[in-house]
């Protein structure tokens, strides 16, 4: 025995000194940073662990020949092994591989210095060592030698389950060593893929529940972390290829990892709450993959709470287990109140940025229910302005999202509410939103509002436009409020609900036309005509006015048949017209004119027309006609409008003779219009190439006559304070004038050939005298009217009719002086004795009143003037009674006689027109008679014998003209004589 102890010592001794070789060799390696040494470094140390291997397999089975060796062995192994924890800092590849060779090395250098029968704390450093080394072995991918280091670990398990503690006082470090083993054997079978292996070491550390509770508190956690990890990796591998499946197997793992995690103390073990989040959180994805929501739920509804009690907001693992319990609740079919709980724990615990944002975007889009998808968002967006740092591209994906939702919602009213809600809180919590976000959301909700428009959904588009009117848009669109109010309007008045458009309308802030225009459809449709006139005015003086606007509410007001708007509608059109050097534009205002014109006339006929405003319209229109008439004439274009100024001459000429009849107090309007007609009429002539008919020279001979006579008429009138307008008097002296020229050229030219025609014209020329006498006179323009009674006077025997009018103008006239109407009275008197068609009734007036101023001179030129006019009184009485008997029936004057009286100084006597022809007389009655008187009384104070023989010669020969004259004739007679003897 002994000899072969010394057989083997050599044998140890030289393996003894070649891993000291190696040793020396390999330790100033371990201290050199440079890994390209490292492999030559692990293979000295693998031949380290099979020198060692070896040596434990040679070693006798009494220690005490190689007990000095195996106590340097096991300080080198235990050198190795501190060393390993160093090296097990290093990040890289190669740093495992060396960890991984030295803890082999230092396992295997440990075993072979162990004595043959160790105690009790030699076996539970010895098997935690192997176990340790078989895990690291097992992680650098050395399964093999890693089950080679398990199996020895075994090895020492069974010797320290069959080691005696009576006192039980290494029973901890016992369990610790015990179930570090098991773990070891459980990542290692774990890992080369025997799950059977594993699973039954993993059933043998659970087990023993009192083994556990010997544990650490770390020792406890790490095995729990072991077992989440082989969990997770289940799942991590397995996934959910096949549904269902593979499941069950990941839950088994994790809830033996659960299990021993439950147990721990959150106050000893400090990581033990997050580990059990972590277990639960894998937990519950396991029983997710194999279909137990029940389960899952109930494990997130333990987890939730916990991890809701962290301060930490939006921590990715704690966010993935409220989304797995949303992904839970969404496969149960669970209620909308548990699904809106689960988006707000979500929500409430997020960091909002836009991928959160997305990932609730796109989660909502899967779901089937507006209530809860609304309620969502809105509470995503309450609390993303209620935060302390607003993401503005959130907030604006937020409004859109619900905007593009809303417009799904069958129900439109909860529609339009959600998203006024969703306004209104944006608007309330001071957001800005900017142009482009706010064009963003118009755009969508004019789309959605023009598709219900399109559909004749009336009320539904009304409702999107005005979400678009919201408060929150006009700092980044302040047009667009206005916009959305026309908009809705426009609903409400196809909808034929006018009050509310025009309610709607109304709000609009801004001054614009197309607002206006808006307001006008809703007048037109409620028959508003003010209303719609006062909204035309406003559009056309609006600033972005557009002329298309004007033709659309013709055709618009001409369809509702509402002629005070059309009319006010086609004289904005007119004033819009830009006509300058225009040819086009000139005869577009002409048809124009026309439409305005025939309108007009419409209206007047109506029996509640506003006439005077509406003669007034008329008028001015005829001049507008007339000013573009002249240009375009001046501008050598009449051609082009010379149907249109016909067609106006004529309607103005009616239009003042239908006035002549119908309107009362109208003889300026009237005169106005004739004058329009004139003047149209006078373009029509001058811009003929041909001649021009008769006709058109005598109308317009008739509308300038008409025209004047109407002014001469409205001038006779006088103001309430019984004063003269001077200025008009004079004006219309002027336009007789004018009027008297055109006459008078267009005579002088022949244009008018048939008889009764220049009978007519020449009696306008005499009428038109005895009006320019009468504004002479009133002027006290007595000289010109002394032409104009020459003027009559040798106008030829047409003028006998005025001679009466401008004798009683002059006789009438206070202001006349003496000469004037004595120059004008004979100028009339030798006129009508000239031209044989005097009237004895006229002829006596004005014989009487030459008479009665020659006396009154009392000249000898005078008093022969005066006897001579009786004389051809007496003439006339007696041409004017040839044929009848006066003598035998003596004109008897009555209380109603017709006579004239002269006033020859102090006497009356009369001339008279009574029975069947006109007869002078003189009225001599009881009292005296005035010719023997006056020849009495003035010649024999004179001397002029011959003059009074005349009066007394007259005297006689007209008193046979009147009654009881025979025996005034005989006495006259005897005075006559007596003085004759003189």
């Given amino acids: 025995m002994s000899a072969r102890k010394k057989k083997n010592l050599p044998g140890l001794q030289q393996i003894f000194d070649s891993i000291k070789d190696l040793l020396i060799a390999a330790k100033p390696q371990l201290d050199n940073p440079d890994p390209t040494v490292w492999p ?79 105690g009790i704390e ?13 895990a690291t072995l097992s992680e650098a991918g050395n399964g093999d030698v890693a089950g080679s280091v398990l199996a020895s670990a075994a090895r020492f398990e069974e010797l ?42 993993s059933q043998k550390i659970t087990d023993d529940e009192q083994r556990l509770f010997l544990l650490p508190p770390h020792d406890r956690e790490r095995l729990a972390c072991k077992l989440h990890d082989i969990g997770k990796s289940v799942l991590k591998t397995q996934g959910d290829a096949e549904a269902g499946t593979e499941g069950p197997e990941a839950v088994t793992w994790l809830q033996k990892a659960f299990a021993v995690a439950d147990k721990l103390d959150d106050s000893v073990a400090h990581g033990a709450p997050e580990l059990k989040i972590s277990i639960l959180r894998t937990m519950a994805r396991a029983y997710f993959i194999s279909r137990a929501y029940d389960r899952a739920e109930a494990a997130l509804d333990e987890l939730i709470p916990t991890i809701d009690a962290f301060s930490e907001n939006g921590h990715s693992e704690h966010q993935e287990l409220r989304w797995l319990r949303l992904a839970v609740l969404k496969r149960r079919k669970a209620g909308e109140s548990a699904l809106l709980d689960a988006f707000k724990s979500i929500i409430d615990h997020m960091t909002f940025c836009e991928a959160n944002i997305t990932d609730i975007l796109q989660d909502l889009r899967t779901l089937n229910n507006h209530t809860l998808v609304t309620a ?121 609900e006018y009050a509310k458009a025009s309610a709607v309308i109304r709000r609009c802030p801004s001054n614009e036309a197309t607002t206006y225009y808006v307001v006008f459809l809703t007048a037109v449709h409620q028959g508003l005509d003010e209303e719609a006139i006062r909204a035309i005015h406003d559009m056309v003086n609006a600033a972005d006015f557009d002329r298309k606007m004007l033709l659309l509410a013709t055709q618009i007001s001409h369809e509702s048949e509402m002629k005070p708007v059309l009319l006010s509608v086609l004289e904005a059109l007119l004033k819009t017209l830009k006509i300058k050097n225009s040819g086009e534009a000139v005869v577009e205002a002409m048809t124009l004119i026309r439409c305005i014109i025939r309108l007009v006339l419409k209206l007047l006929v109506e029996p509640a027309s506003n006439k005077p405003v509406l003669i007034e319209t008329l008028i001015s229109h005829f001049h507008t006609a007339k000013v573009l008439a002249e240009a375009a004439c001046a501008e050598k274009a009449i051609a082009l409008i010379i149907k249109d100024v016909s067609w106006l001459w004529r309607t103005a000429y009616n239009c003042a003779v239908q006035g002549c009849a119908e309107w009362e107090r109208s003889e300026v309007r009237i005169s106005q219009l004739f004058e329009v007609a004139r003047d149209l009429l006078t373009t029509c002539c001058d811009a003929s190439p041909v001649d021009v008919d008769a006709d058109l020279y005598l109308h317009l001979i008739n509308a300038s006559f008409s025209g004047v006579s109407g002014r ?30 055109k006459i008078l050229s267009i005579m002088a030219k022949n244009k008018i050939t048939d008889g009764d025609d220049i009978l007519r014209v020449q009696y306008f020329l005499h009428v038109l005298r005895v009006f320019e006498a009468e504004m002479l006179a009133q002027l006290k323009e007595w000289d010109q009217l002394l032409q104009i009674v020459t003027e009559v006077v040798t106008s030829g025997p047409l003028g006998v009719g005025t001679y009466e009018a401008i004798a009683d103008i002059l006789w009438a006239e206070p202001d006349c002086p003496i000469n004037t109407l004595l120059c004008g009275l004979e100028a009339i008197l030798r006129a009508s004795l000239d031209q044989n068609s005097v009237s004895v009734d006229k002829f006596s007036r004005w014989l009487r009143a030459i008479c009665t101023i020659v006396l009154a001179r009392n000249t000898p030129s005078d008093r022969l003037k005066a006897v001579g006019y009786v004389e051809q009184a007496v003439s006339v009485i007696e041409d004017n009674s040839e044929g009848d008997d006066v003598r035998s029936q003596p004109v008897c004057l009555s209380n109603l006689e017709l006579t004239l009286y002269f006033r020859l100084i102090l006497w009356k006597n009369a001339i008279g027109y009574w029975g069947p022809h006109t007869t002078l007389v003189l009225n001599v009655s009881s009292k005296s008679s005035i010719f023997p008187a006056h020849a009495i009384h003035w010649l024999p104070r004179a001397s002029m014998l011959d003059e009074a023989k005349r009066w007394f010669e007259s005297a006689t020969v007209i008193c046979r003209f009147v009654p009881g004259g025979k025996e005034r004739a005989d006495k006259a007679c005897v005075i006559s004589c007596r003085y004759h003897h003189f």
């Fill in 376 to 496: 969502v968002n809105h509470h995503c967006l309450q609390q993303l302005l209620a935060s302390l740092d607003v993401n503005s591209d959130c907030v604006d994906r937020l409004l859109l999202s619900l905007i593009v939702h809303c417009s799904k919602d069958e129900d439109h009213s909860r529609a339009i509410a959600a998203i006024d809600l969703a306004f209104t809180a944006t608007y309330e919590a001071e957001y800005n939103l900017l142009n482009l976000p706010a064009t963003a959301c118009l755009t969508l909700i004019w789309q959605y509002g023009d598709r219900h428009f399109n559909a004749k959904r009336w009320s539904a588009a009304a409702d999107w436009f005005l979400a678009g009117s919201h408060q929150l848009f006009r700092a980044g669109c302040p047009a667009s409020g206005a916009k959305c109010f026309r908009k809705a309007a426009l609903c409400y008045i196809e909808q034929h």
């Fill in 40 to 118: 030559n470094l692990i293979e000295k140390l693998r031949q380290v662990t099979s020198l060692a291997e070896s040596f434990t397999e040679q070693r006798p089975k009494s220690n005490k020949s190689w007990v000095q060796l195996s106590d340097e062995l096991d300080q080198e192994g235990v050198s190795l092994w501190n060393i390993s924890g160093l090296v097990q800092k290093t990040p890289h590849d190669e740093g495992r591989m060396l960890v991984a060779a030295l803890r082999l090395a230092a396992f295997r250098l440990i075993e072979a210095g162990i004595e043959l029968k160790p």
């Fill in 160 to 201: 320290l389950r069959n080691a005696e503690d009576p006192d039980g006082a290494h029973r901890v470090d016992k369990a610790c060593a015990t179930v570090v083993y098991f773990t070891s054997r459980m990542e290692a079978a774990w890992k080369e893929g025997n799950q059977s292996v594993a699973a039954f070491m």
């Fill in 122 to 134: 030699t076996l539970i450093h010895v098997l935690q060592l192997a176990s340790k080394t078989g």
């Fill in 712 to 741: 001469v008429f409205a001038g006779r009138s006088t103001t309430t304070d019984g004063t003269l307008d001077i200025g008009r008097l004079r004006e219309n002296a002027t336009e007789i004038q004018t009027c008297k020229q």
